[in-house]
């Protein structure tokens, strides 16, 4: 039987270990929430002090040009280039998921016209559906959002559907899509595909270039630890990055935003995915975040998420199996994201009294505890440690008491 001096080996015998050290970890705390909120690199808060101290404080508006602010967006999407797959030059980084899924979304229907159908799963995170909602209400042309199972994806790519619009890692059952063989049958119909990889990005390895898909949208808060509310990033394929052009342009993409012309002229490449002014401090504490990785392959890092999860779900499963916990969403441990949903009438008390303990996952409605593992700063005693608290809580009835019932509006 896997004890915990055999989760000591494996930690021993990582080489992922030393990076733990790159990141701030309060004290006895478990945490297991990377995929919704990576923990604070310490490269980052460094950056954030000299930002506010020096550039803001100081250098004020000579910042732009002294500490490299006006290339931020391009200089952090090169870094996450590398490893979602993509190469140098088409990976900005600015506004939200929801806000670049609309300028690719709408970018992309533009080029396909005369078909009405955008294509999307019930597995996707319920954002990018709303702002596909949004754009068919907008443009009341007859653009149609079509849902389907996430199984039938492939077959219901056909020859009226515009774009395809995918999350590649589901935020609950951790199944990935097949994204080599849905982008070809994309674009044997005809159709543009857009990549969602919030749950992807420095999860798993990227394959954006390998597999050819046109336009991919993630955020940098979740596993790349860009801190809370960090701008997210854009793809655009090289090839069709001057062919496009987003219903939502701004200064920062035109081709001379300090010629200040009346008329948009858009700028060549990535660069006309900008629209406004960055959060600077935001930005400054992801280019920090970013450098954690400037050493690490994705391969080594999703061999280890892998290893992880099956872990957490063997010892899950054995040691709290009899108290009705089970497994949600996919079992092929070769093919899934870096996190793990376990399913009990009472999830939202247990994570409650989880919490409680020090040991952070998350509830996902209706019935589910989600545990993220990131392979850079989790360890494999955190997922041993994890198991035998939720046991314990399990084994003593701990979560039923009155204040873990009451549901918070952040859950
Ligand atoms: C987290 C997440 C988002 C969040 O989008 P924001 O606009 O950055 O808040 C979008 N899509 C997916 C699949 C996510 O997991």
Not at 212 to 220: E, K, L, V, Y
Request: hydrophobic share 45%.
């Amino acid at each position: 039987m896997f004890t915990r001096t055999d989760a000591l080996r494996l930690d021993d015998a990582c080489t992922l270990k030393h990076k733990r050290a790159a990141f701030s970890i309060p004290e006895g705390m478990i945490y297991l929430d990377g995929n919704s909120l990576g923990v604070l690199p310490a490269s980052a808060m460094t950056r954030v002090k000299r930002t506010v101290e020096i550039e803001w404080g100081q250098d004020l508006i000579t910042s732009w040009h002294k500490h490299g602010w006006g290339e931020l967006p391009q200089k952090a999407g090169d870094k996450i280039a590398r490893l979602i797959g993509a190469e140098a030059g088409s990976v900005v980084v600015t506004d939200t998921i929801s806000i670049n899924l609309f300028k690719v979304l709408s970018a992309a229907v533009a080029k396909r016209p005369g078909r009405k159908i955008i294509l999307s799963d019930s597995g996707n995170f319920p954002s990018d559906l709303y702002v596909a909602q949004g754009l068919c209400s907008f443009m009341a042309d007859g653009h149609e959002l079509r849902v389907v199972e996430p199984e039938e994806v492939y077959n219901a790519i056909t020859e009226d559907v515009c774009v395809v619009m995918i999350t590649e890692t589901d935020y609950r059952s951790a199944r990935r899509h097949n994204m080599k063989e849905i982008t070809a049958k994309a674009h044997e119909k005809g159709c543009l595909i857009i990549w969602d990889l919030a749950h992807s990005a420095g999860a798993v390895p990227g394959q954006l270039m390998d597999v050819n898909a046109d336009f991919a949208i993630g955020c940098t808060y979740k596993y790349l630890n860009g801190g809370p509310g960090s701008p997210a990033f854009v793809f655009v394929n090289p090839r069709l990055q001057n062919e496009i052009l987003p219903a939502l342009v701004g200064w920062w993409g035109h081709a001379q935003p300090f010629a200040f012309e009346q008329n948009y002229v858009a700028a060549q490449g990535i660069t006309r995915m900008q629209v406004g002014t960055w959060p600077t401090i935001s930005m400054q504490a992801l280019d920090a975040a970013l450098d954690v990785w400037a050493d690490i392959e994705m391969v080594d890092v999703y061999a280890k998420a892998q290893k992880m999860c099956a872990l957490f779900v063997e010892l899950a499963e054995a040691r709290c199996g009899a108290h009705g916990v089970t497994l949600y969403g996919s079992r092929d441990f070769a093919h899934r994201g870096s996190h793990v949903c376990l399913r009990h009438t009472q999830a939202y008390a247990i994570m409650q009294a989880l919490i409680s303990r020090r040991v952070i996952g998350d509830f996902r409605a209706p019935d589910m505890m989600r545990f993220g593992f990131a392979p850079l700063y989790n360890s494999y005693v955190d997922v041993w440690d994890a198991v035998e608290v939720l046991r314990g809580v399990l084994d003593g009835g701990l979560w039923d008491v009155e204040e873990f019932r009451e549901r918070k509006a952040v859950t």
